[in-house]
């Protein structure tokens, strides 16, 4: 037999095994007491203790275990349950169904067509007046529809408008209802022209629209008569927003600030909205370019009789015309020139068909000749300025279809091209510093000709 290689090395008594030794001693202790033959000092402790201290010694020997083996990877009983966390529920993939909406389409039917549930439909429709738009589709408007794997209805979008969606989400059995608004960026452009031929072939070579020079007309209209007095060599420049949504043009806003000059005078109107949200276009000394009353009731052709003294187109003899015709197509609109109340209505000899209305006790206007009257109107009844009454007829002693209207003055009749009209309330003094500042700042923009961001008088 070989001799012995000499004697074996004993492995080093570490503190790992001191705290085992320690660990096991006191587990056996804790039995020994647990286990006694005191029966009472048995019954009077806490198991709850004592499984207190099995786990104080298991956690300071796994403690002991991580300094000793940083790269290993230790197993031991854990005496408390370990809280399962549930598993997540993978994401449903979607299907996604866009409907362009067609004469005829209603949800009802569409939810039959593509096999979702009635019950959800039910379930959005009690929604209230948030599901107003989804109760009349409009043909031409997108419908995007995202069911899942089995069909059920997930999400619902409906375009309303270019500005508008509303948007409905399932939850759980119910579902949330939402409308979004699409952002909208306003922008300042500046464009100016002078007339040739016409007010609206000028407007077009200046890049404008006819509703934008219609606008701007109405704002200028209570001074100047665009069908009588506009020249070659007149000119306009303009301020107008235009609107953006997603860097794409969606449409032409409001005038913000104008000029116009007509015959060598200059007219100049600010828009503006006062504190109490009322807004106006004024003079830049804040008066009002709103009149108490149109220059022209009617859209005409032309002027065929003047205010003054003439020969009468059917009884054939000189006679004072009180007023001015305006030759128009039958049936044209006739607006009253000012806010006022009917005290007459009918027929008055050679007039034919009339009506007469009082604006507060100094003026009159008379409207004659109409073909009918517009349905409503009646004595008593209050009107509005622009609000239309009848329509152009050749009722009574005329030789073709025209308005004749008056302008009665404390009873005296005077020329409605020429008489001079009161103007509307001015800017009021309490917003007169504000006014006067939103008018710098749009009149320099018009005297500099350079369209840049402007702070926007909302």
């Not at 009690?126 to 059920?152: D, F, H, V, W, Y």
């Not at 979004?180 to 960026?185: L, R, S």
């Not at 009873?411 to 917003?431: D, E, M, Q, Y």
């Amino acid at each position: 037999m070989g001799q012995p290689s000499g004697p074996q090395k004993r492995a080093p008594f570490t503190r790992l095994h001191a705290v085992i030794v320690l660990a096991t001693i006191m587990f056996i202790a804790t039995l020994a007491s647990f286990f006694s033959n005191d029966a009472e000092a048995t019954r009077k402790s806490d198991p709850t203790q004592l499984i207190q201290l099995n786990e104080q010694a298991l956690s300071q020997i796994h403690l002991s275990l991580k300094e000793e083996t940083s790269n290993k990877e230790v197993f031991l009983p854990v005496l408390a349950r370990e809280e399962i966390q549930p598993e997540q529920e993978p994401a449903q993939e979607l299907k996604q169904t866009v409907i362009k909406i067609k004469s005829g389409h209603s949800l009802s039917t569409l939810f039959k067509k593509h096999h979702f549930s009635h019950q959800d439909l039910y379930r959005i429709m009690q929604k209230g007046k948030s599901t107003k738009a989804l109760r009349n589709l409009q043909p031409g408007r997108m419908l995007e529809i995202e069911s899942n794997a089995e069909g059920q209805l997930y999400s619902l979008s409906y375009q309303i408008n270019r500005l508008q969606s509303i948007n409905v989400l399932r939850a759980n059995d119910d579902f949330d209802i939402e409308t979004v608004n699409k952002p909208v960026e306003k922008r300042v452009n500046f464009s100016q022209g002078g007339i040739q031929s016409s007010l609206f072939e000028a407007g077009k070579e200046a890049g404008l629209s006819d509703a934008l020079v219609m606008e701007m007309a109405g704002i200028f209209g209570w001074d100047i008569d665009f069908a009588l007095d506009i020249r070659r060599g007149d000119k306009f420049s303009i301020l107008y927003e235009e609107q953006f949504i997603e860097g794409k043009k969606y449409q032409t806003g409001t005038i913000l600030a104008a000029e116009f000059t007509n015959q060598g005078k200059t007219f100049k109107a600010i828009r503006f909205t006062d504190k109490s949200g009322r807004t106006s276009y004024y003079t830049p000394e804040g008066l009002s370019m709103r009149k108490t009353f149109l220059r022209s009731p009617v859209d005409f052709r032309r002027i065929s009789s003047r205010f003054g003294k003439r020969k009468h187109p059917v009884l054939k003899r000189w006679k004072l015309h009180k007023g001015v015709d305006y030759a128009a197509r039958r049936g044209t609109p006739i607006q009253s020139s000012g806010d006022g109340k009917i005290i007459f209505k009918g027929r008055k000899g050679g007039y034919g068909r009339v009506v007469i209305v009082q604006h507060g006790s100094r003026y009159q206007t008379l409207y004659a000749h109409m073909n009918g009257f517009k349905r409503g109107i009646r004595v008593g009844k209050y009107v509005k300025q622009g609000q239309t009454i009848g329509f152009v007829g050749s009722s009574g002693r005329a030789t073709g279809p025209h308005l004749h209207y008056e302008f009665r003055v404390n009873g005296s009749h005077r020329n409605p091209l020429t008489v001079k009209l009161p103007n509307a309330a001015p800017i009021k003094a309490a917003f007169k510093n504000d006014f006067m500042a939103h008018t710098q700042r749009l009149l320099s923009q018009l005297d500099t000709h350079k369209p840049t961001q402007i702070a926007l008088n909302q």
